[in-house]
């Protein structure tokens, strides 16, 4: 009768799931994840002791497991610690920025990747519709005469994201709603016009950042912050 030795029944009866797979960090990886950190300073996430001791370990990483703690919890670095996450397996863990699902009101995440869902158009002449914007898009269009959209943010936002709105207006606009955290960027060109973002719209990128693009005649977006996240909306004072 053959024997089988002891350690190869052990190591056919041990059910335990695969170690994961270590990839080399690239100078590239470094250099983007140090990119974050630059940001996240320039936010103001970071002091100057915690900013020194990321770079330090960013420069010295040799995985890119070593290179997503450092960005984990930065929200300039989601996009890339999701590719990360991707490359080393991580992705279906749970954690720090891996779960992708809507946690509360002031807190927002993408339900799908950024940019993965194609732009949306919109054409208001003397009209205007509702317009929701779907997770994922990255940018959305519009031409207003005479006219506007109400345009809610609410789905796209999350960490990380970047949502371009490109508007053409002449003597209209739209009304723009976003969550509570999203940054305001304001790259318009007004002639007789302009946009104006309320106090209480106006986030600090935590969870994404909206860029205004376009030109406008005798016109101008608002930007509110959405029905149901305003203090007044839940009996409070704003």
Not at 31 to 59: C, F
Not at 87 to 109: C, I, N, V
Not at 160 to 170: D, F, H, I, N, P
């Amino acid at each position: 009768m053959r024997v089988i030795p002891a350690t190869l029944v052990a190591m056919a009866e041990d059910d335990s799931p695969a170690p994961k797979r270590r990839i080399r960090a690239s100078d590239k990886d470094r250099d983007e994840v140090l990119s974050v950190i630059t940001e996240a300073v320039t936010n103001g996430r970071l002091d100057p002791e915690e900013t020194a001791q990321r770079q330090d370990d960013a420069i010295s990483a040799k995985f890119l497991d070593d290179l997503m703690p450092l960005i984990d919890d930065l929200p300039e670095g989601h996009r890339l610690h999701q590719r990360l996450a991707r490359q080393t397996g991580h992705d279906q863990e749970s954690g720090p920025g891996s779960a992708l699902q809507r946690r509360g009101p002031a807190e927002l995440s993408p339900a799908v990747d950024p940019g993965s869902a194609p732009p949306t158009n919109s054409v208001a002449i003397m009209s205007g519709r509702e317009i929701d914007v779907a997770p994922g898009t990255g940018q959305v269009t519009t031409y207003a005469l005479m006219g506007g959209d109400n345009i809610d943010l609410c789905a796209v936002m999350g960490p990380g994201v970047t949502v371009e709105l490109v508007s053409y207006s002449m003597w209209g606009g739209n009304d723009i709603y976003v969550p509570p955290g999203v940054r305001i960027r304001d790259e318009t060109i007004n002639i007789m016009a302009g946009n104006e973002v309320r106090q209480s719209a106006r986030g600090d990128g935590s969870n994404g950042t909206v860029v205004l693009k376009g030109f406008s005649l005798m016109a101008g977006h608002d930007v509110h912050l959405a029905k149901g996240y305003r203090a007044k909306d839940q009996g409070q004072l704003e």
